[in-house]
């Protein structure tokens, strides 16, 4: 079993250009969540699909955040007119279910310069 | 809004000493509580969890919880070079329909040989 498979690892995109980050959850597991890491904030909760159906996106900033799962082996988390705020590394997981382990990705740094 | 408070920030301990973490989260209708371990350049990953008041033991790892004063600790026997990393002490809320993990912000463990 891979794992969580995120790409790209790395991103450097320029102010205001589009950033999608794109993440494969392990096979069978009907759960993934998109998680935003930086120093001062930690982790944070962005979005959560079950069975491909967006359930909660409490926490996506609502203007230029978007997240998809087109098909149970992939999820994409865009974000256009990228800011400096952006700056971050972006974690999916996947999970048999929630409340059940979280599986991480290794994570996506993007950097807006 | 969960809070979920870590103490120390880091943690230095000699190689076979006991390291002891702490955590502290704001909701008394918690599920569960998780404990990560984050390595350089790498996801999160699943240690272990506690739902029950009292402790539960998994090799040299060992978990109180206090449900009554919201606290729970984690306790590394014999800690090893290998054991050094930022520790995340994850707390799960019944948000609607799934489970929603909330995270603190780590304690650093370097554990010098």
């Known amino acids: 079993n891979a794992g969580v498979i995120q790409t790209p690892r790395h991103k450097v995109t320029g102010k205001g250009q589009e950033a999608t980050l794109w993440c494969e959850p392990i096979?069978?597991?009907?759960?993934v969540f998109w998680y935003r890491q930086t120093i001062v904030q930690g982790l944070e909760f962005l979005t959560y699909?079950?069975?491909?159906?967006?359930?909660?996106d409490s926490g996506m900033p609502k203007e230029r955040f978007s997240a998809q799962m087109p098909n149970q082996s992939h999820s994409t988390l865009k974000i256009q007119s990228t800011q400096p705020q952006d700056s971050a590394v972006y974690l999916c997981a996947s999970s048999l279910a929630s409340g059940n382990t979280l599986y991480f990705g290794e994570g996506s740094r993007l950097i807006v310069v | 809004q969960e809070k979920v408070q870590q103490s120390p920030e880091s943690l230095i301990v000699p190689e076979g000493a006991m390291s002891s973490l702490n955590c502290t989260f704001s909701?008394?209708?918690?599920?569960s509580i998780w404990w990560y371990q984050q390595h350089p350049g790498k996801g999160p990953e699943a240690l272990i969890?506690?739902?029950?008041?009292g402790n539960k033991k998994e090799g040299r790892l060992t978990v109180y919880l206090n449900r009554a004063s919201l606290h729970v600790s984690l306790h590394i026997r014999d800690s090893q070079p290998s054991d050094s990393a930022v520790y995340l002490c994850?707390?799960?809320?019944?948000?609607?329909?799934?489970?929603?993990?909330?995270f603190g912000a780590g304690t650093r463990l370097a554990v010098c040989p």
């Open positions: 699909f079950r069975n491909q159906a967006p359930i909660d």
């Open positions: 994850a707390v799960s809320i019944l948000a609607g329909s799934f489970n929603k993990l909330t």
């Open positions: 096979s069978g597991h009907s759960a």
């Open positions: 909701n008394s209708a918690s599920q």
């Open positions: 969890s506690i739902f029950s008041n």
